[in-house]
């Protein structure tokens, strides 16, 4: 599989960058997102989705697009909250007319996994599902 991974240097994504290393996936990851600009970052990232998907084409094995970015916390404000929600919501956007554009040889799989287990590191008992009350200790 070849997968690309938004968020590589975060603590989910570097350990399923490294995974999927081992497994013997091809991996590419993002570079230089300005995450701090989200108009900057969205260009960036859709640059990088053009770049991905027609690198797709090379590849004969299945593909996938994992999000694991994110910085966003419990301790963020709801505008902080508010803007990185806008910049994936922009991204996904993106990404579909681009996947819709680019003549794919098979379909791919989105993997959304930000790290925001936290949130319910002091909740029980797992596993946590979405009547979970979220109870970070942060």
Do not use: C
């Not at 490294?18 to 590419?28: D, K, P, Y």
């Not at 963020?76 to 990185?84: F, G, I, P, T, V």
Request: aromatic share 10%.
């Amino acid at each position: 599989m070849y997968i690309w991974v938004v968020g590589a240097g975060s603590l989910f994504g570097s350990a399923l960058v490294r995974q999927a290393r081992e497994s013997g996936h091809s991996v590419r990851t993002s570079t230089d997102v300005p995450w701090g600009d989200p108009i900057a970052a969205r260009a960036h990232l859709a640059a990088e989705a053009d770049s991905f998907l027609q690198s797709v084409k090379n590849y004969s094995d299945s593909w996938g697009i994992a999000w694991a970015a994110g910085r966003v916390t419990t301790a963020s404000s709801q505008h902080e909250a508010d803007l990185e929600l806008a910049l994936f919501r922009d991204f996904v956007g993106d990404l579909a007319a681009l996947v819709h554009r680019t003549d794919l040889p098979i379909p791919g799989a989105f993997l959304l996994a930000p790290s925001a287990g936290g949130a319910y590191a002091g909740s029980a008992p797992p596993p946590f599902d979405s009547s979970t009350i979220a109870r970070p200790l942060g």
